[in-house]
């Protein structure tokens, strides 16, 4: 049997215990939840001759997205922040049917990430990066 007293203290004793043991309520972000979370910079780079059409990832937000640019005047460069374990910088470049050879280089946090060569007739190359947050999961 329960007494007004007895409950009160066991009340007490079970709020100084989640106190205690950082009990929020709610669950504590997971370490991919964490990475997520994490913003990097990207800097996109080609530069050659030939180059007909380049796609590149822009992210957005968590997810992957991309742009397009036909025809881009070369040399070619574009920095943005990406976020989260899933938005891995990549960037691809085709070149024309009078070929060329052209370059790609991703630069993560200002550190040469991947580079790649792209040579003749519809020459293709892509560059792809590993997300840094990665390591954080």
């Not at 709610?26 to 979370?37: M, V």
């Not at 822009?58 to 997205?65: N, V």
């Not at 060329?100 to 991947?114: D, Q, T, W």
């Amino acid at each position: 049997m329960h007494t007004p007293r007895r409950t009160a203290l066991a009340a007490t004793g079970l709020g100084l215990a989640l106190t205690l043991t950082g009990c929020s309520g709610g669950p504590e972000p997971t370490a991919s939840e964490k990475a997520d979370g994490r913003a990097y910079d990207v800097e996109y780079k080609v530069a050659g001759t030939g180059v007909r059409t380049l796609v590149y990832g822009t992210g957005q937000g968590t997810a992957t997205a991309q742009e397009t640019v036909d025809v881009p005047g070369l040399p070619w460069s574009k920095g943005l922040e990406l976020k989260g374990v899933a938005t891995s910088p990549t960037v691809s470049m085709i070149l024309g049917e009078e070929g060329g050879r052209a370059e790609c280089v991703i630069l993560v946090n200002g550190r040469e990430a991947h580079r790649a060569t792209a040579d003749g007739a519809f020459g293709t190359a892509t560059c792809t990066a590993p997300s840094p947050t990665r390591d954080a999961v």
